[in-house]
């Protein structure tokens, strides 16, 4: 018989982003004592900076579905704008790939659909729980969010996707765009026909970089532990009870656990050590604007444009484009003015986009199946990763999983 994997006492998180600050909250607020690594300079400096803020917990539909599949042809060529697909002849993005199709099955989507949205609404509980908990300024709001459909055949399928949801916890209402316009006077201003409107007055925003900031405050402040900034993992050494760290400086951090959380390159740790995991980089853009007397207070997802509008403060935070394959974390000038131009053309008067700036670009930790990879493979590693385009929604929930998953 295999004797049980020994509970840690201690554990190195890699990474700070939204999935490392909420593992180790996770970890340390069940008594472990947790060094988080982060190689930036400080906390949610890359995919989790300057993302599109909201907290999705009911949009969890596959990005892998039968109508992207038919989409395909036009996609390769690069005729949809929101989208770009690098012509790599590597073999592990051609697998890639080939998973990523296997998962675009009606079956599969909603296999894929309610997996997340399970995931989601323990997210929405862990974060509330944390939000009473402790008080933490990152900008958390139940701003509701409208999911905006401009074709028969999407609203069709939209509403077909929401009455598969439907159960506890799970608030969606169809709208029509004249009740719509009158919940949320700003898409009055949308630019063209609307055929029908999902409303789910429970989702919530917050700004995602000041949320790892107010984290790190907290778990060093309240729960004794130690960040570690600019200090780059290169290697990952199990030895006995034991694991190091090895950093590119020559630091050498010991655990009785490491849980990789290192986003879009998750995976590189890992690979070394014999684990492989089906993580792909897509490239998004956001810029944020100040906010207009016809800013929407609501968050508004233009679903056909892939395009996300959410208010924060006096700002709006415009976050789209899926560019899959791209590693590059630099803003290409072309893809920000196309951002630009696609959210003048969803909601022309919902930010001043005159005065657009912050152009930001971050790469999704994508997996073909849309489902974050939540495990401890060996007995002193685990990981958390591959939250592609929610992980800001469901860091919360993945990290209570993992939690019990290894402590409970
Ligand atoms: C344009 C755009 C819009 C989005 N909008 C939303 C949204 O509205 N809602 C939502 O839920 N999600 C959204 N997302 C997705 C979300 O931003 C990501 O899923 C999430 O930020 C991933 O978090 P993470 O902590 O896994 O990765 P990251 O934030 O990238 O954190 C990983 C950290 O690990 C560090 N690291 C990596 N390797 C090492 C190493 N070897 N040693 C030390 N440190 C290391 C990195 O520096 C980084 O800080 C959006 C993404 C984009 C690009």
Redesign the pocket.
Known sequence: MIAPAPRPASAIV???????VATAYAFARRGVAVTL????EGP?????HA??????YLYTDALANPALLSQMPRLALGLVPAFRMRSRLDLDYLRWIAAFLSNCTPERFRTNTLATLRLGLESRIAMEELASAHALDFGLRTAGKMQVYRSEAAWAAAQSVAALKAGPGVVQNALSPAEAARLEPALAEAAEGIHGVLYSPEEAIGD?HLFTCAMHGLLTGSYGVTALFG???DRLDPQGDRVVALGADGAEIAADMAID?????GGK?LRELGIKLPIMPMK???FTAPATDHSPSISITDVAQRI?FTRLGDKVRV??LADLGNTDRSVDPRRSAALLASARHSMPRAAAFDEAGSQWA????MTPDAQPRIARPQPRIAYN?G?????????MGSAERLARLVLD
Do not use: F, K
Not at 14 to 20: E, F, L, N
Not at 37 to 40: A, G
Not at 261 to 265: H, K, T, V, Y
């Open positions: 890699i990474g700070a982003g939204v999935v490392g690594v982060e190689r930036r949610g400096l890359e995919t989790s993302n599109g803020a909201q907290l999705s995602p200090c780059d993992i959380c290192s986003g879009a390159e740790l998004g853009y956001s996300v976050a789209g971050g790469l999704r930790p990763l939250h592609g385009m929610l992980g800001w929604t469901l860091a």
